[in-house]
């Protein structure tokens, strides 16, 4: 059968359902040079309006996973099972998860991203530690996995290339927001790495992609069923992101803190989210382990310093302090009405901690440190913010989006608690 692809656009802009065989020729078409990228940003347009049905999206994922390669992780002698965040704010969840989950006898194959914008990327994190890795070979990342199963590392090339070009589209033409584009593309992505069973963190709230919890919630159930009819086991779990998690926004400041959790210290917002996620990845591949002693009693620290060895680093690195520190401090007395996640990776992003393209460069010491958490009372002159640059003209840019991050005022906050809701089917 032969397709067009201005039919295709056409079926989808008035709100056809497309036959598998038509997605599959366009995707395809399109990943080889057949189809124009003005064509495909049409099509990606009709469906940010129109939607896909469930056929529509499996059909998507499928020709997304087939397009490159699959990572085989059968074989291995530990049950696999991954977390995905949607991103936000201070979250340092994976590095304190990978390890945790490992030390109770999973192995967890975590691919990871860069950050882009205000949210933080887990590689940009742990290459604050000079010589860590983070491009392995698969059959290093089987090895890893079998003798320490903790691996967290880049994507390979190879895994859902169609994700990467439309993605690379989807952020040029205003069309990334769209639900089933992005569960598809979360998705292949988790399905070609290969892992039994998904913990999603499905962040909602004014640090995260999704604002409103009915929007989160959709985008969470659509990823459970693509996982589900893949055979991965998948939960999501809907978490706060109105403000930023634990203390630290910014790569060293944020390795720094995980270790303090790692040790059994740390924010108890960290701690409390990291123990959710692994109670449920270990509920998923039915182990029978206490995450919270695996922190207590230093187990799941000492998988760490494994896991950061193996890819080169040291886990006794002194991490520098920033060339410039400085405090943000109170204008008046009051209560800490908001404390804005966006707004704090705002400034976090622009002291140099983030980039504002995918080729820019980020600094390892640059961040925030939250001094107070919403319903604290504070004095005028009392510090809120901690902000680390590597020089001035970072600090100022810092400085300058200060406004939005932090609210003082008489009213009490609106207490959203960190663990949402779980979806599961
Ligand atoms: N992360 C992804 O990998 N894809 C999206 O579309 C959005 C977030």
New binding site residues.
Partial sequence: MSFNAVEIIGAKRDGQVLSSDAITWMLNTYNTGGVAEEQMSALLMAVFFNGLNPEELNTWTDVMINSGERLSLSGLSRPTVDKHS??GVGDKISLILAPLVAACGAAVPQLSGRGLGHTGGTLDKLEAIPGWRAFLSNDEVRDQLETIGAVICAAGQGMAPIDRKL?SL?DVTST?ESIP??AS??MS?KIAEGTEALVLDVKVGRGA?MKDLDRARKLAETMVDIGTQHGVKTVAQLTNMNVPLGIAAGNALEVIESVEVLRGGGPQDVRELTIALAQIMLELVSISADPAAMLDNGTAYETYRQMISAQGGDPDYEFPRAAKIETYESPSSGIVNRLDALGVGIVAWRLGAGRARKEDAVSAAAGVRVLVREGDRVEKGQPLLELHADDDAHMQSGRDALTSSILINDEEPDQTPLLIDQVRK
């Fill in positions: 949607t991103g993605y989807r990334v584009l992005i593309s979360i992505k992609f």
